[in-house]
Each structure stands twice: as structure tokens, then as C-alpha cells.
């Protein structure tokens, strides 16, 4: 910042006294003419009024004085502009001093031997010239004051001169007269002098700002420009040069408009050439440019100018180069998109599309239907454990390969939902079509796999669901359907396909009875919290746990929460299940030492219900525990479905002292905007990114990545699905300041945990 140190302005105090320097010489000379040619046009009216010459006759001689010093005062008036403030208010003041003693002597060579009416006439001129003299001298304290005294001081002996009975009235009235004058004058020079400052402050900013915007132009990777009325380049940067790499001539030689034109691409540029025609000011507009073979992007604004006449001449505005954040951006919006492995969509974009698809076919049916196809690898589990998890991975993308080739001359998409289990998206004009496609890609599997030098043949199991003409269903109800008709071809054997119909329909009683168990196990205490520990990735002890709702039914044994969770959703119990959850878990944290605390999920669902607040905070105070103790997990797609209403809840959380935490970052596209439109703490890195550690692909510069993003703005990172010792020490060398998975415990019971719980 040595530029800066050299270039900063004077103070406001030395601004102050320029600028009222500035004022008093522009009111003075202002005045100048208006004021000398005043004097002389009233002493020529003395000199001609019979009778005023008076007993003395010195009348002339005293005109004359008065007209050479107004002379004097016009031929000095452009050489004393110039001269040093000192040396000027000293002339001005050695003037006004010798003019006041003129009019001073008026009543004194005039009031003897003249009438009482010709005295009232001089009073009254004389109270005007004491006015008007005042002021025009109003910039000068010292000067309207000894202005105002020294003609007062004649007027008082004139007035001593007058009989005796008049003395004391006229003196009276003299002295307030000047009283007045006084403070009149006092206040236009306050007046004068508190526009001045006002001036000056504001001239002092607006050079320390240009010095600033000046350093910040040269330190920064935004730019300052401006163009006229033609679009060319008034102002050019350094930074501006440095980037296009064009020197000052080749910028100015050319209309932006030309420039960007040449270097920008066709569809990023149009929003801001449509601006500039119209005049428009535009905020923040991205555009790529291909400067000397690479791209750049650069995030414009601008505001058009206007003279005082309405007139357009330019644009001004500021420019950033965020190619770096752009890269970024681009990189993490494609894995958002697409599964990290296979390079197929993921399940993020797979439920987005269904959830757009199914609304527009219950708006508009279109002349095909829309066909789900889930496919779950048969014989994947014994591959996986045979050769181990690297060469499932690479079966893994060998089969995403193959599926992906299947799809050629047909409307569709793969997806990779997770694991083994895939997902195919068609647009069929009936079963028929469908049923055919299946047994093409059967055919395309007939040829075994190669990996790693072995031939693997893939099993597979299809399950289907056509989405219903006329009905409106919802994308987890159409997933459904086909994960029954899945799980009913891998009973009948696998390798085959079979379609949700009326015959699946008993698997719709047998949920119907699932969900009725459900709202019995509220009541019957068949729910219960497991506990899995988190730990300090660094000191490799337990930090906190997180709860996970399990439930033992009577009959069935234990069933997972992806199976009720999503009942739960549908059929509004998670709002009495989730109070369930939040009361046991502060029960919980109460048994737990204070320096460990407690994470709880939280469902889409929970996130627009206005109890939830009020249901946390009971339960922190019934229990007596410390809200910095809990912590929320929320996904990314339960945050999609309402965001304006769960950004509110969140922060009064937060506000509470409630930890958050972002859950399965790394998964959705919409984790981006919400790190910051939400108050998280804490981001979770999928378990997907941690398995791929030290695989084919290898996911370590994911997840450094996200450390770094996670760095940037101050959140803690957790890694979930630690397995292995060499996954928990690689995540602490990367920075990860948490870690969880069944390397370091499997949920259990309170009362079933290794590790212990209470000092």
C-alpha cells in the first residue's frame, strides 16, 4: 500500500480552510462592482442635493475621496484576486477601513448649518451604506465590524452635535440599528462558512475514494471503465490491459461494443448487448471471453451516463474477472449432476427430472408415456466380494458403459442411483415398446463384461412402472411402483423384467398395513434411538453422536428407516415420528457428558411445520440441556422443496444456538446457493465421495475441493462412511475436522455403546 501512503489527500481541516478561502474571495468579488459603483452613485447625490454641503464646504473634497477609493478598488480587482489570502484580507480591510472613515466624516462636515430634513436625508443614506457595506462584507468578520464601528463612531459624534433633547434617542437608536446589523452580518458569514465545510468534506471524500478505487484498480481483479457517447474506451486500466493483453492504443482505437463483439461468445453476451441498446443498466451480467486462445469470464455492471440536458454520453461501470470461480462453479455443477464413479446422472438430477416430467404429463399428456425402469446388478454383492471393492467399482463402470451404448436410437436416460441399482428413463408409446427395449438390453448383456482382464457376465433384475394417462402421480409413488416390480423379478430368479400391474397391487395392502404399524409404534414404544459416535478426526475421540430412529416391530424384526421414513412423509406421521425424535434425543443428551453433543435429521416435511421451533426448544428445556448441544442435519433436496420457509427456521435455530449441518453435500446442485443463503456450520461429505478413496477414481480432489470451499467460508467438515483406518487417516491429512462411520462404530443402544458415555 506504498502508492496509497503517498497519494492520500489532505485533511478535511485543510480542506475546510481552502474551501472557505474559495467562498470569501467568490462573495467579495461578487460584490465588488455592485458595491464601488453604490458608493460613487451615492456621493454624487450628496454632492448635488442643495443645502447638504453644510457650514463647512467640504462636501467635494469629500466626494472626491470617495470616488478615487471605488476607482482604485476596480483597477486593483483582478491583480488582488491573485495575491496571498493574508495580503489580500489585509488590503481588503485597509480599503474598507479608509471608505468607512469617508462616510464617517459625512455627518460630521455636513450636520452644522444643515436643516433637520436634510439631516433625516443623510441619516437614512448613511444607515443604508452601513447596511449594504456590511453586507457585501459579510465573508470578513473583522472587516464588517470595524466597517459598522468606525462609521457608527461618526454618526455618534454628528449626533453629540444635535440638541440636547435629541441626543439620547438618536444614539439609542443607533446603537440598534448597528446591533442588528451586526448579527445579520455574523450569520451570513456562519452561513458562508458552513457551505463552505460541507464543500470541502465532500471534495475530501471524493478524492480519497478515487485514491482508493485507484490502489484497489491495481491490487484487485476488478476494474473500473468508461466509455462516451460512442462507446469508446475513457477510461482504460491497467488491470483492464493486463487481462486483455492490449496496450492503451489498441483498447482506445475501438468501441467496447466491437471489442466484445470479437471476443465474446454468441449466447453469453446478449443480455448486455440488449442492455446497451436500450440504455438499461445491467448488474452483474457474466460473460466468457476467449482472449489469446483460453477462456475468461468476466462479471460486468454498468450505469449509463446523462448530461443535464437528458442527453446520453457513455457508460460507466465496474468489472471483475471470475474465471477462477466460474471454473469452479462449472466443475462442481457437473457433479452435481452426475454420479462421480460412472459418469451417469445421479439420483439428485434423476428425482428433479421426475418430479418436472410427472407434472407436465398430469398438465398436458403427451403421445408417450413415461416409463420407469429400475435395474438392481443380480450378482454384484458376490463380485464385490470376491475380487474386492476395485474391481466392483470398475464392474461398476464397465455395466454404466454398456447400459449407457443400450440406450443408442432410443428417448431416454441412465442413472446411477447408488450402489448396484440403477435407473432408466423412457418415453414409450406402450408396455410393448417397453417390454421390447428390456429384452434388447438383456441381449446387449449377453456378452460378458471385461474387467481387469477377466470376463464377467452381469446378472440384472427390471423393474418397471408406466406413469398412469390421466392421474396424477408423484415421483416417489411411480419409484415405487418400480421397486416393487423390482423386487418381484429378483424373487422370481432375477434376469428378467416385470411390470407393476393390478397383480402387484397386494404389495399396496401390505404398505397400507405397514403405515397402520407405524402409528401403532408411536404408542407401543416399538421406536427407539441408535446412537453412531462422531469423532475429532485429529484426536480420534468421540466429538458427538448422531441419532438414527430405528424400529422393532413386533412381528417383522427391525425395518429400516428408508422404508417408513418415506411412509411417514406421505402419510403426515412424520410430524408426530420427528417430535418422537426430538424429545428422546434431548432425553439422550442429558445422559451424555457436557462436552459431547447430539445430531438429528431432519425431513422435508418438518422443515414447513410451525410447531417445530416451539417442539425443540420444550424439549432443550424440559431436559435442561444446552442448545449448543444439538445439532440438525438437513439434506439439500428437503431444502429445495420450500426454501424462503425453512431459510427463516433455520436462522432463528441458529440464532438459538442450534448447530446445522448441510447432510450429503456433494449430491445436488442446490448445495452451492444454499452454503450461503443458509446459516450452516457444518458440511457432510457424502459417504459416496469417502468409499472412492484410493479407487479407479479417486475422489481425493473432490473432497479437498469441498475442504477448501468448506475453509473458505469458516464451516467444520465431516466425512461420512468411514470404513478403514486408511480412509480416517487420508480425510485428516485432507483437513476434515470430523469423521463417522462403522470404522469407528456402528449405531447402537445407549446402553450397548464401547465407548463410555458418563464420566
Not at 140 to 148: E, L, S
Amino acid at each position: 500500500m506504498d502508492t496509497l501512503a503517498h497519494s492520500i489527500p489532505p485533511t478535511p481541516a485543510d480542506y475546510k480552510a481552502r474551501f472557505l478561502i474559495a467562498a470569501q474571495r467568490d462573495y467579495t468579488r461578487g460584490s465588488t462592482l455592485f458595491s464601488a459603483a453604490a458608493q460613487v452613485f451615492c456621493a454624487l447625490i450628496m454632492l448635488f442635493v442643495p443645502g447638504v454641503n453644510g457650514e463647512t464646504g467640504l462636501l467635494p473634497l469629500w466626494a472626491a475621496a470617495i470616488c478615487t477609493l471605488s476607482i482604485t478598488l476596480l483597477l486593483l480587482q483582478r491583480r488582488w484576486q491573485n495575491w496571498d489570502h493574508k495580503l489580500f484580507e489585509r488590503a481588503f480591510f485597509i480599503y474598507s477601513l479608509l471608505l468607512a472613515a469617508c462616510w464617517a466624516a459625512l455627518p460630521v462636515v455636513t450636520f452644522p448649518g444643515t436643516s433637520p430634513d436634510l439631516q433625516v436625508f443623510i441619516s437614512l443614506a448613511i444607515a443604508g451604506v452601513i447596511g449594504a457595506g456590511s453586507f457585501t462584507r459579510a465573508a470578513y468578520p473583522k472587516v464588517f465590524a470595524t466597517w459598522i464601528a468606525v462609521i457608527c463612531t461618526g454618526c455618534a459624534i454628528a449626533i453629540s452635535m444635535m440638541p440636547e433633547k435629541l441626543l439620547w434617542h438618536f444614539l439609542l437608536i443607533v446603537c440598534c440599528y448597528c446591533l442588528v446589523i451586526s448579527v445579520i452580518s455574523y450569520k451570513l458569514f456562519k452561513t458562508l462558512q458552513a457551505r463552505s465545510h460541507s464543500e470541502a468534506e465532500l471534495a475530501h471524500r471524493n478524492e480519497f475514494m478515487g485514491v482508493l478505487l485507484n490502489e484497489l484498480e491495481h491490487s484487485l481483479s476488478d476494474w473500473l471503465w468508461e466509455t462516451d457517447a460512442r462507446f469508446t474506451l475513457t477510461h482504460i486500466s491497467p488491470r483492464l490491459m493486463r487481462v486483455t493483453r492490449m496496450n492503451e492504443q489498441e483498447l482506445a482505437a475501438r468501441p467496447v461494443t466491437e471489442l466484445v463483439r470479437e471476443f465474446a461468445c454468441n449466447e453469453s453476451y446478449q443480455e448486455l448487448t440488449e442492455c446497451v441498446r436500450a440504455r438499461k443498466p445491467f448488474s452483474r451480467v457474466v460473460v466468457r471471453f476467449d482472449l489469446k486462445g483460453s477462456s475468461h469470464w468476466w462479471e460486468i455492471t454498468g450505469k449509463p451516463s446523462f448530461d443535464d440536458s437528458g442527453r446520453f454520453i457513455g457508460y460507466r461501470g465496474v468489472c471483475s474477472d471470475v474465471t477462477a470461480r466460474q471454473r469452479a462453479s462449472l466443475g462442481m455443477a457437473y457433479l452435481a449432476e452426475h454420479d462421480s464413479l460412472t459418469g451417469l446422472k445421479n439420483r439428485s438430477w434423476f428425482l428433479q427430472y421426475l418430479q418436472v416430467q410427472t407434472q407436465k404429463d398430469a398438465q398436458a399428456p403427451p403421445p408417450k408415456r413415461l416409463a420407469l425402469m429400475i435395474v438392481d446388478i443380480d450378482n454384484f454383492k458376490p463380485i464385490n466380494d470376491h475380487y474386492g471393492h476395485s474391481f466392483g467399482d470398475k464392474f461398476l463402470v464397465r455395466f454404466s458403459e454398456r447400459l449407457q451404448s443400450a440406450l443408442g436410437g432410443w428417448t431416454s436416460h441412465a442413472v446411477r442411483l447408488g450402489g448396484d441399482e440403477f435407473a432408466i428413463i423412457l418415453h414409450v408409446t406402450d408396455l410393448e415398446e417397453a417390454r421390447a427395449f428390456s429384452q434388447t438390453l438383456f441381449t446387449q448383456f449377453l456378452t460378458p463384461l471385461s474387467v481387469y482382464q477377466h470376463a464377467i457376465k452381469a446378472q440384472f433384475s427390471i423393474g418397471l412402472a408406466l406413469l398412469p394417462r390421466g392421474e396424477h402421480t408423484t415421483p416417489q409413488h411411480l419409484i415405487l411402483n418400480a421397486d416393487i416390480a423390482m423386487y418381484e423379478a429378483k424373487r422370481l430368479g432375477g434376469q428378467t423384467l416385470v411390470n407393476f400391474d393390478q397383480a402387484l397391487g397386494e404389495r399396496i395392502s401390505e404398505r397400507q398395513t405397514l403405515i397402520h404399524d407405524l402409528k401403532a409404534a408411536l404408542d407401543t414404544d416399538q421406536l427407539s434411538l441408535y446412537l453412531q459416535p462422531i469423532v475429532e478426526a485429529s484426536k480420534q475421540s468421540i466429538d458427538h453422536y448422531e441419532a438414527l430412529l430405528r424400529w422393532k416391530h413386533p412381528s417383522r424384526g427391525m425395518i429400516g428407516p428408508d422404508i417408513f421414513i418415506p411412509l411417514a412423509e406421505e402419510t403426515g406421521l412424520i410430524h408426530p415420528l420427528g417430535n418422537f425424535v426430538i424429545k428422546q434425543a434431548c432425553t439422550l443428551l442429558a445422559a451424555l457428558p457436557e462436552t459431547q453433543g447430539l445430531a438429528i435429521n431432519l425431513s422435508a416435511h418438518q422443515l414447513v411445520d410451525p410447531a417445530l421451533y416451539s417442539n425443540v426448544t420444550e424439549a432443550l428445556l424440559e431436559a435442561n440441556v444446552s442448545p449448543s448441544r444439538l445439532t440438525l442435519e438437513v439434506t439439500e433436496s428437503a431444502l429445495m422443496q420450500n426454501a424462503t420457509e425453512a431459510k427463516i427456521l433455520l436462522e432463528r435455530f441458529h440464532a438459538l444456538g442450534v448447530s446445522l449441518a448441510l447432510d450429503d453435500f456433494g449430491t445436488g446442485y442446490s448445495s452451492l446457493a444454499y452454503l450461503n443463503l443458509f446459516p450452516f456450520d457444518t458440511l457432510k461429505i457424502d459417504r459416496s465421495f469417502v468409499k472412492q478413496l484410493g479407487s479407479v477414481k479417486d475422489s481425493q480432489p473432490i473432497i479437498s475441493t469441498i475442504i477448501l470451499l468448506a475453509r473458505e467460508l469458516d464451516l467444520r467438515v465431516t466425512a461420512e462412511g468411514v470404513e478403514t483406518e486408511a480412509q480416517a487417516i487420508l480425510l485428516n491429512e485432507l483437513g476434515c475436522h470430523a469423521l463417522q462411520g462403522y470404522y469407528f462404530g456402528r449405531p447402537s443402544p445407549l446402553e450397548d455403546l464401547a465407548l463410555p458415555l458418563t464420566h
